[in-house]
Structures are given as structure tokens and as C-alpha cells.
């Protein structure tokens, strides 16, 4: 069903530009085709149910060069959204590939709005009318399984837990197992944050909701699913007196103080959050989108630091660790760096939502077309990865990537 889909969904993009101007219904062959349904044709199931035309479960998913090209292929169709139902665009939110981005953020909330963001599905669906009834509706359908598809017991248990997790996820069945057992978090949190978007902006029966949450609450405590996290999640949010944007380690747990680090040849003051207590992050909850991305694992590591400490401080301060840096713009800007559009080995990659450090340039992937650099990053609160630098989470393809290294 899927073979050549791309192809296909280019050619289909040509035929759009080519066809712009005809009628909706065009004459051949004496046989009436339908050019709106043609347009989507691609996304429509043998059964009839609509699906994305490539997803994670394909082998051309990770032929594609970079998380842009990944958004790209998996947007819907205005034609296709004119006609979709309600509850069938649901059903093809909750299948979206890359709801796993939700997690690659300090918050799911936060994650929530970049995913509505860069697809237009969730844009479609909280602007219409009934989207509220209908979520409800599959929210409560939604059944939670007690146990997981996926015992990572015996990996995680492992002395060698990394290289056992990344030889796991390289066999195509059992990284698709992955991704089946990632689905069922990952749609409760799409539901939930949609309703909870909504909620937010128009006038509804929030009292429903409630109602409806309390009951799922106490179908997660039952559930292996929901072990290692917060079942009640939106408890947190949807309090009015908590502060909107605080993540929930930090509504909870204020075991960081503010201080001030220099830069290190203008000694340029930058704040930061200082965690004295490093807290490691739960390797497997990020299974999927390590998988998803064709990246590695190269550790776990502590919740306490980011992409920005790692890549600009662990040369510079042993305690880089404990450093939760929200942005590396004077950094960059000190004149310690020397800054080049081209990348070399060691060099630290930029681009403003990301910090990287380059270890392979270059290096042509089987799968894709294009040549790519290859990096070491930490990935929010998660692990450290190794992944082709363009396709992580945090590549937007809107800004530049800068390279810098120590000046000579």
C-alpha cells in the first residue's frame, strides 16, 4: 500500500500546480474522475479509513533527509481536510508520526504547541465546532492496556543497557514494537492537550471534561503504561492557580538556585539554574523518539542539564551537569569563537533552538540522498544521542546553521 509513496506524493504535488485552474470533475474516457479525491487518494486505507501515506512503520521514512522533510510529507491535504469528518480526523491525529516531539520538550504542554505548530491537522481540528464533543467522545472510547507491549525489564536491567537497547531498536520488528507501545501515551497526550487547548480558548462544559479525566486517572494507575510518570498530568494545568509555562519537576520541586556564569573570553554574565542533585531521566521512555529519528543512544543522563550546557560548557566547567542553560546567545557571540558556515570535527553546532557538538562531517547515509554531518547532543531533560544533524526534534529548517570553534 505504501511502496513509493513519496514518489507518488510528489508527483500528486505536481499534479495540484498543473491542474489549479480545471474543474473539479473533468471528463476521460467517458469515465468521470473525481480531481478532489485524487489529491488525497494516497491517504485512504483498502478499508477506507484514512491514513498517513508514510509513517515511522516504513522503510522509505528513513530515506528521508531531515525532520523538515519528515513534516512535510505528513501534513494533510487541504482537500483532504475540506472533506475529512470530524471524528475521522481524530482517528488520523492520534496516528500522526511524530507525536513523539511532544516529549522532546521540558513539558508535554510545551511539546503540545510546537506539534500543533508545524502540523496542520491539530490547527484544523481545535478550530472547528464540534472538535470538542468528538474528542470527548474518543477520549472516553480510548482504552488503556494494564500492560505494556514491550517488557524493556531486561534491557534496562542490563549491564550493558545502552548497546542491548540500541541492538533492540535496530531489528525493524522490534523497533515497530516500539512504536506500538509508544502510541498508547502518545495519543492520551494528544487528546488530553487538544482538549485542554480548547478548554483554553472558547467557552465549554470544562465540569464534562473533568468528570470524564477523573475516570481515566484511575484507569492509569492500573496501567504499566503510566509507572514511571504522572497519571494525573493535567491536574497540574488545569489548576487555575498554578503558573501556565512551569514544568511539572519544577511546580513541585524548586531544588535549583539562579546563578551567574561568565562567558570565557568576555566574561559576558549569563543566567542559569543550578541543580545541586543530579536526577537521571528513564532511558526507554524516549524509545520511540530516539527510533523515530534514526538516532542513538550514547547514555542517560541527568534531567538537570541541556543541549546548551552540554555543547558550550562541557569543556569548560566540570559541573556542566548541574547547568540548565535556556539559551547560548552570548555564548556564541563571545570572541573565545570564531564562527564559520562550514562545520569541522569538534566544532559546536547552532541554531538557536539547538546545540550540538559535530563529530563526523560528511557522511553519507545509506538510507537518504544527501550527505549530512553527524553530532552529539542532549536531547532536552532526556539522553545523550547521536544523530544525522538535521534530523532531531529541534530542526526547523528556518535558521542557519552556525559552526564555532575556539578562535586561532
Known amino acids: 500500500m505504501k511502496t513509493m509513496r513519496k514518489l507518488w506524493g510528489l508527483f500528486m504535488v505536481a499534479v495540484m500546480v498543473c491542474t489549479t485552474n480545471m474543474p473539479e470533475m473533468m471528463a476521460y474516457s467517458d469515465e468521470s474522475f473525481d480531481m478532489g479525491t485524487s489529491l488525497y487518494s494516497e491517504w485512504i486505507n483498502e478499508d477506507g479509513s484514512y491514513e498517513f501515506p508514510i509513517d515511522q512503520y516504513d522503510d522509505e521514512w528513513y530515506a528521508l533527509d531531515s525532520a523538515v522533510e519528515m513534516r512535510e510529507v505528513t ?10 469528518s470530524t471524528e475521522e480526523l481524530i482517528n488520523l491525529i492520534i496516528k500522526y508520526p511524530l507525536l513523539c516531539d511532544m516529549k522532546a520538550y521540558s513539558t508535554l504542554e510545551e511539546g503540545y504547541y510546537v506539534v500543533k505548530e508545524r502540523f496542520n491537522g491539530i490547527q484544523e481540528l481545535v478550530a472547528r465546532e464540534d472538535a470538542y464533543s468528538e474528542l470527548l467522545k474518543a477520549y472516553v472510547a480510548f482504552d488503556i492496556p494494564e500492560e505494556r507491549l514491550v517488557d524493556y525489564e531486561s534491557i534496562i536491567n542490563s549491564e550493558s543497557r545502552i548497546a542491548d537497547l540500541n541492538a533492540f531498536c535496530a531489528n525493524k520488528n522490534n523497533r515497530n514494537a516500539i512504536y506500538d507501545d509508544a502510541a498508547v501515551n502518545n495519543a492520551l497526550n494528544i ?17 464534562r471534561f473533568s468528570d470524564i479525566y477523573i475516570q481515566k486517572v484511575s484507569e492509569k494507575t492500573k496501567s504499566a503504561y ?6 494525573a498530568l493535567l491536574l497540574d494545568y488545569m489548576d487555575e492557580s498554578s503558573t501556565r509555562g512551569l514544568s511539572i519537576a519544577e511546580a513541585r520541586d524548586s531544588s535549583y538556585s ?49 543541549c546548551h550546557s552540554y555543547a558550550w560548557l562541557h569543556n569548560l566547567r566540570s559541573d556542566y551537569q548541574h547547568i540548565w542553560m535556556n539559551y547560548a546567545t552570548q555564548f556564541a557571540a563571545d570572541s573565545y569563537y570564531e564562527e564559520s558556515t562550514v562545520a569541522q570535527v569538534g566544532d559546536i553546532a547552532y541554531w538557536g533552538a ?3 557538538q559535530v563529530i563526523e562531517i560528511n557522511v553519507k547515509d545509506p538510507e537518504a540522498d544527501k550527505p549530512e554531518n553527524i553530532c552529539v547532543s542532549k536531547w532536552d531533560d532526556g539522553p545523550m544521542v547521536r544523530h544525522y544533524m538535521k534530523r532531531c526534534p529541534y530542526y ?6 552556525s559552526y564555532y570553534r575556539p578562535a586561532e
Open 354 to 356: 539547538h546545540s550540538a
Open 258 to 306: 539562579i546563578i551567574m556564569i561568565s562567558t570565557p573570553e568576555d566574561n559576558v554574565a549569563v543566567s542559569v539554574k543550578y541543580y545541586p542533585t543530579l536526577t537521571m531521566c528513564s532511558v526507554t521512555e524516549d524509545a520511540d523518539l530516539i527510533a523515530e529519528y534514526g538516532a542513538t543512544y550514547i547514555s542517560a543522563a541527568s534531567s538537570t542539564f541541556n
Open 75 to 84: 501534513q494533510i491535504p487541504e482537500a483532504l481536510l475540506d472533506v475529512i
Open 191 to 207: 487528546l488530553e492537550f487538544m482538549l485542554l487547548d480548547i478548554m483554553e480558548t472558547r467557552e465549554v462544559d470544562e465540569n
Open 396 to 401: 526547523d529548517g528556518s535558521s542557519i546553521i
Open 226 to 231: 503510566f509507572e514511571n510518570t504522572n497519571a
